[in-house]
């Protein structure tokens, strides 16, 4: 088993920048991918970001559209560690976001939320204008 835990979400304005993190223990050696999504009031979870994190992946990211160029996602495989900057933020970004992780092998970095098997509790951003 795995398990999450978020961490740095907060408030913010319009253009600030934040950062979350989420720490990953148990039993991380065959974490395959990790991901960030989020859950806007009335809305379904959404993919943010992903990150795969060993193997033909290793490294190899994928972002939504909606925060490509203004989100970095990165990892720390030595401490199993999970981050997400967010720079530029929007309004339109306010949500609860969750940390993700997958421990099978696909032969694309998994972008959904059912390809994803362990979750965090999730961390709130809220961004006024």
């Known amino acids: 088993q795995v398990q999450l835990v978020e961490s740095g979400g907060g408030l913010a304005r319009a253009g600030d920048s934040l950062r979350i993190s989420c720490a990953a223990s148990?039993?991380?050696?065959?974490?395959?991918?990790m991901a960030w999504f989020r859950q806007a009031p009335g809305k379904e979870r959404e993919f943010v970001a992903g990150?795969?994190?060993?193997?033909?992946?290793?490294?190899?990211?994928a972002y939504a559209d909606s925060v490509k160029d203004r989100f970095t996602i990165a990892r720390d495989t030595v401490a199993d560690i999970l981050s997400l900057q967010m720079n530029f933020l929007k309004p339109e970004d306010t949500a609860i976001y969750y940390c993700?992780?997958?421990?099978?092998?696909?032969?694309?970095?998994?972008?959904?939320?059912?390809?994803?098997?362990?979750w965090g509790q999730g961390t709130q951003v809220a961004v006024s204008s």
């Open positions: 993700a992780a997958r421990n099978f092998y696909t032969t694309t970095l998994p972008i959904g939320v059912p390809e994803y098997e362990h």
């Open positions: 148990g039993a991380t050696t065959g974490t395959f991918a």
């Open positions: 990150i795969g994190w060993r193997g033909m992946f290793a490294g190899t990211t």
